[in-house]
DNA sequence: GTGAAAGCGCTAACAT
DNA sequence: ATGTTAGCGCTTTCAC
């Protein structure tokens, strides 16, 4: 087995506190005694346990980041700027993807209880509906402080930091409006999706203030999936009155409604101009160029990574923050004027 | 503060050995007794320790992954597949990305090794050159069981599972060959890349079986980005002997090759035929239907998994495994038949 | 400056 | 079927 603290002690003739004590360079320790075992410790290779250094100071040092989709850009982005800000302060991180599923989040969240982490970064997966009982008791009696990335959890009341997809919605369709586009469609995601009702109603308000009526037949429900969003476009451009330009309000959405397109042989932006909502690096670096709503998603997990530290060093304070952020147009051209 | 098992002792009259072994269905305990201590747990919402198991047991149940790059979709396969069956085996997994940096991933090492976690899987960054002395030494004397995903360590013997890259760079190019190609270039990754190196062997070996010479001005050397992979690219296309396939050996570096064909108005296949090297999903769901050499990162997660807990459940059993994998060609199109 | 000793929360012989 | 007890490897208070 490696050597233990108890080993070091014994080879420097010395005790195990003294031992200690250099480890953590805490309290006062003679220069020459501290060498001496520095190098008596290299010697036989020891490694300090942080399990019992954990159980003894109760701190673990470890942080859980939960996310329901670890593949989706969106969360790869959000993942690296949480470690970022984390490695800065020697916190490790323990990642679950749930893949959408309730369940393997509440998994999650008990794995994480028992390991004694010290604090949760956590985009929910059911964001509206499924008022999952034992989810949301386990939820709010965690009694671990838990900082939401862009993801609310009806029915409780926690910190987080949150992107402003209204804002997104309305920029996204304002866009279009002001390209002189009237029939303007919204694949939006499921209605149990908060982000997804935002982008929506961002997008009403914005036809309601260039006064251009809402035509409900040019609204459609997906599921953030491309097939689904693929069946609709094809749906969509089969319509009478086929609408000039389509808000695919997701980046997988996106992707299905540009395979319709292709299919019909239709070009972007001249027969038909499409918004999406958040970036597809692949299109971008292709060259093909589909005009987007960003996502700041790397700023967001360091904002919900430093509001998460700051809780930690302030536990008496338990005063609830949230955090708005603002979403950034990005126009490249897939979107045709009209006027 | 939580309950700790004393505390159950306690109000339940027993001892805490009991209230241990109902905790792990272990021993002999009264029915009667063992729902008055589930009862009082529940009471006392009592969360057990596994901080505090683990320095009893000595075992951790958690294991560490090393990868050089989430965001890159194979390592998010790889992941899935590890992930799905550790879970099957109770297992939890500690992830870090070391953004290709051989200090990160040194520092993951020592990490790993204070967690005392019980076995690592890792995709080393510097497969090749860089003979960094403090890493290889590390590595050799870690007492932790690793087993390699898809990427050697020289002057290191360690079990892993390996993508037959020879395989997949010689099928790509048998398949050129078979449509009537005979000048054909090779993107390649950076020499001191064991994949990028064997891949280039296939594309040799294809042509040697086939009695093509091999051009040497229509080998490039990239680094695995899309950028200089565009650079070379549009170099192709301004060749006096233009190539007519180009075969891109990673899914970054076809991109970098779609974006040159498209600036210069070149249609795939008619105008210039390629294939890639690993799934770009993208591209499939927007109908882009691009041919590639497809590797099973999903299997070798799942794989290397399997492999390390034979490792963990058999420690006497020091022998190096290794397990080739055999790469699937996908053709999709995108190479023009001469004949 | 350094040591002794108790304790963190759990497990696992060994007793009974 | 249950209790006793000695650890696991480290930290930390209080003495000296």
Redesign the pocket.
Known sequence: ??A???DIAQAA?????????V??N?????E???QKILKIMDELD????D???S????KTNTIGVIVPEISNPFFGELIKGISEIATQHDLNIILFDTNNNGDKELKALEILQKQRIQGIILTPTMTESKKNYDYLVKLNNIGIPIVLADGHVKYSNLSGAFIDHVKGGYDATEALIKCGHEKIAIITGSTNSRPAQERLKGYKNALQFYNIPINYDYIFYSDYEYESAYEISKQILEYNDRPTAIFASSNTMVLGCIKALNEYKLRIPEDMSIIGFDKVDVLNIIGMNISFVDGPSLEVGKIVMKMLIEILDNKDNKEIKTVGLSTNLVLKGSEKCLL
């Open positions: 087995m490696t233990t603290i108890k003739c010395v005790s195990r506190a003294t031992v200690s004590r480890l953590n805490s309290g006062y320790v003679k020459e005694t501290k020891y490694i300090p346990s399990i019992a250094k159980l003894s100071t109760s």
